[in-house]
C-alpha cells in the first residue's frame, strides 16, 4: 500500500519546478526550500507562544518607529540564520533591520538577495489572531565576488524572480510564486512536511469582500471613503472583513474573492504599508493568481523603489473590485486637483 500516493511535498514541488528553468542552478529551489524550513521554526515558536516567555512587546521599536514583538525578533532571527547558510542568498533586508545585512563568505558570489517581513501582524499573537511572514527574491545587480548593496533591493517589482508568504492560523500555508502561477502548501504537522493543497490557485475576477481599517476612514482620500459608501449602501451585498494582519486579509480575499486597501491617510500620507517586502512580493502574487494590485494610480510592480523602507498605499485583490475602488479614487482626486 502507497501511503504517499497523492501528496507533493514543498521539496518534491520545487525540485519538480526546477525543469520550468533551464540552466538554473539551483539555488533558487534551495531558497525556497530554506524558507519553508525555517518557517517550520516560526511555526512551532508561535504555537508554543502560550506557554513560554515569547509574547508581547519586546521594549524596542524597528526603524518604522513601531513597537517590536518578541516574536518579532524571533522570526527574523530564525529566517536570517537559515538563509546565512544557504549558498544561494547574498544577503537580507528586513522590516525590523534599518540597513541590509550583507552575508561574507560564500555569500559575495551567491546571485540572490531575498528581503523579508519576518512576522506581519505580530502585535496579534497575544489575543491568537493569525500572522504571517512575507518575502520577495530578487537577482543581486551588482558583480559576483562583492559585498551586495542597496541598489540589489531597490529594483522594480517587475524584476522579482520569486515571492510568497507564509500563514499561521488554524494551520500554516506557504504560498508562492516564481511567475508561473501560484501555489499553496499545507503544513502537515504530524509528518513535518508541507503537502500541496491548492495548486494552480486563481482568485475571482469579483468578490464581496472589502477589507479595511474603517475606523480610520475619517482620514481616507475622499474616493475611498465614496467607495467605502457605495459598498455599504449602493450595493449592501458587500461585506466588510478586517483581520488587521495584512497576510491574513489577502489571503482570505485571494482565495474567496475580495479586495484589501490600505490608503494614504492625514496621519500617513504615504501611504504605511511597505512597497520592497510586503506590497511587491504580494502584487506579484495578486496578479499570477488573476487579481490586480495599483496605488490607485499605477501598477504596484512599476512603482520606482529609492528606499528600502518606502511606503505606499495600496488596492489589490479581485481584478473587477480593484478597478471599481480605482474609479472612485482616482474620480475624486480629480474633483481635487481641479
Do not use: W
Not at 27 to 50: C, M, P, Q, T, Y
Not at 242 to 250: H, L, P, Q, R
Not at 262 to 285: H, V
Amino acid at each position: 500500500m502507497d501511503l504517499k500516493k497523492g501528496i507533493v511535498t514543498l521539496d518534491e514541488f520545487i525540485i519538480k519546478r526546477q525543469e520550468d528553468f533551464p540552466g538554473a542552478s539551483g539555488d533558487l529551489s534551495r531558497l525556497l526550500r530554506d524558507i519553508g524550513f525555517a518557517s517550520k521554526i516560526v511555526h512551532r515558536e508561535i504555537n508554543r507562544a502560550g506557554l513560554v516567555d515569547i509574547l508581547g512587546e519586546h521594549g524596542s521599536e524597528n526603524v518604522q518607529g513601531e513597537q517590536v514583538q518578541k516574536l518579532d525578533i524571533i522570526a527574523d532571527t530564525v529566517l536570517i540564520e537559515s538563509l546565512k547558510s544557504c549558498d544561494g542568498c547574498a544577503g537580507i533586508a528586513s522590516e525590523e533591520n534599518e540597513h541590509i545585512l550583507a552575508f561574507e563568505g560564500d555569500g559575495v558570489d551567491a546571485e540572490y538577495v531575498i528581503a523579508f517581513d519576518p512576522l506581519d501582524g505580530s502585535s496579534n499573537i497575544d489575543v491568537n489572531v493569525s500572522v504571517g511572514t512575507i518575502f520577495t527574491i530578487l537577482k543581486r545587480v551588482t558583480p559576483k565576488g562583492n559585498k551586495i548593496e542597496d541598489k540589489d533591493f531597490l529594483q522594480l517589482g517587475v524584476e522579482q524572480v520569486a515571492a510568497g508568504y507564509v500563514i499561521y492560523g488554524s494551520s500554516t500555508m506557504l504560498v508562492y510564486t516564481t511567475g508561473r502561477g501560484v501555489n499553496g502548501f499545507t503544513l502537515d504537522p504530524s509528518i513535518g512536511e508541507f503537502c500541496l493543497s491548492h495548486p494552480d490557485i486563481q482568485t475571482p475576477k469579483m468578490g464581496k469582500i472589502y477589507s479595511l481599517n474603517q475606523g480610520n476612514s475619517a482620514k481616507f482620500p475622499e474616493g475611498v471613503k465614496q467607495y467605502v459608501r457605495y459598498c455599504q449602501e449602493v450595493d449592501r451585498s458587500y461585506s466588510l472583513r478586517y483581520i488587521g494582519s495584512m497576510v491574513a486579509d489577502f489571503h482570505r480575499n485571494l482565495l474567496k474573492g475580495g479586495i484589501f486597501i490600505y490608503p494614504e491617510s492625514d496621519s500617513a500620507p504615504t501611504g504605511k504599508l511597505r512597497l520592497l517586502y510586503e506590497c511587491n512580493p504580494l502584487s506579484f502574487i495578486a496578479e499570477q493568481a488573476g487579481g490586480r494590485a495599483t496605488n490607485g494610480h499605477k501598477r504596484i510592480l512599476e512603482l520606482d523603489l529609492t528606499e528600502l523602507h518606502q511606503r505606499t498605499p495600496i488596492f489589490i485583490g479581485s481584478e473587477e473590485m480593484v478597478k471599481q475602488a480605482e474609479a472612485y479614487y482616482q474620480e475624486y482626486a480629480a474633483k481635487e486637483v481641479g
